[in-house]
C-alpha cells in the first residue's frame, strides 16, 4: 500500500507532523510514539534556538524588515551584529545548527535562507562543505533553480581550489554532476548547460568517465535536446 510505505518513509525522518498526519488518515488516530518524538523535537528546536541568542531573533520571519535593512545596507556582518545586537560566535555556530535542524524537518525555505546567512558570516567555517551541499540541496528542494546554478558553480570552485586527495576530488565531482541533473533538466533549465559542464572541465569529464559513466546517457540527452555546439558533440560521442 503506497500510503504506508509514506508514513514508513516519514516516520524514519523529524518530519513529525506530516508522520502523524498521515497516521491519523490511515489510523483514524495518533500515534503516541510519534506524538512523543514531535515534543522531543519541539524540544530540540527550543534549545537550538536558544544557542541562537539574538541572532535567532533576527532570522525569524517576524524580524523579516529588519534583517532586509541589515541585508540592504551592509551592516550583515560578524562586527556589526557583535557590537549591535551582542551576536557571538556560538550564536554563529548555533544559525548553522538552526538550519541543519530546519532541513531535516521539511522547512527548506528556511534552511536556505539560513545557510545563505551563515555563509556570510562564516565564508571559511569548518562546516563549509556541508554549508554548501546543504544550500544546494535546499535549492534543489524548494525548485529556486537560480541560485542552484549559482551553488553549483561555488561548490565547483570549492572542489578545485581546496586541498584534498585526487580520489576525494574525483568523488565529489561525480556526486555534483548527479545533483546538478535536477537543476539543468527542471522544466526551466538550460541542458546545454549540463554539456558545458561535463565537456569544459577536463577533471569532471574523467570523473564521470570513471565513476559515474551513466551520466554520459544523460548528457546525451541533453545534447539531442538542447542547442550545443558540434564540436562539443563530438566531443561527447
Not at 21 to 29: F, I, K, M, P
Not at 142 to 166: F, H, R, V
Request: hydrophobic share 45%; net charge negative; with cysteine.
Amino acid at each position: 500500500d503506497l500510503r504506508r510505505a509514506k508514513l514508513a518513509l516519514l516516520t524514519r525522518t523529524n518530519m513529525l507532523d506530516a508522520a502523524i498526519d498521515e497516521h491519523v488518515e490511515l489510523n483514524g488516530e495518533e500515534s503516541p510514539e510519534l506524538s512523543e518524538r514531535r515534543e522531543e523535537v519541539i524540544a530540540r528546536f527550543s534549545s537550538i534556538m536558544e544557542a541562537c541568542g539574538e541572532l535567532g531573533k533576527l532570522v525569524d520571519e517576524e524580524e523579516a524588515p529588519l534583517l532586509k535593512r541589515l541585508m540592504d545596507e551592509g551592516l550583515f556582518t560578524r562586527s556589526y551584529l557583535f557590537e549591535r545586537h551582542h551576536v557571538t560566535s556560538d550564536n554563529i555556530n548555533a544559525l548553522f545548527d538552526l538550519a541543519k535542524f530546519q532541513h531535516e524537518i521539511g522547512d527548506y525555505e528556511c534552511a536556505q535562507q539560513n545557510l545563505k546567512l551563515f555563509q556570510l558570516l562564516s565564508p571559511e567555517s569548518a562546516n563549509r562543505n556541508g554549508l554548501l551541499w546543504g544550500k544546494l540541496a535546499a535549492d534543489i528542494l524548494t525548485e529556486n533553480w537560480s541560485s542552484a546554478e549559482e551553488s553549483i558553480g561555488t561548490i565547483l570552485e570549492s572542489i578545485n581550489t581546496k586541498s584534498k586527495s585526487d580520489l576525494n576530488a574525483l568523488r565529489d565531482r561525480a556526486w555534483l554532476v548527479h545533483w546538478a541533473l535536477f537543476v539543468y533538466f527542471s522544466e526551466s533549465g538550460n541542458r546545454a548547460s549540463l554539456i558545458e559542464m561535463v565537456i569544459k572541465d577536463e577533471r569532471i569529464l574523467n570523473a564521470v568517465q570513471l565513476l559515474a559513466p551513466w551520466l554520459l546517457r544523460y548528457c546525451v540527452v541533453a545534447a539531442v535536446s538542447g542547442r550545443v555546439q558540434k564540436d562539443e558533440l563530438k566531443k561527447l560521442l
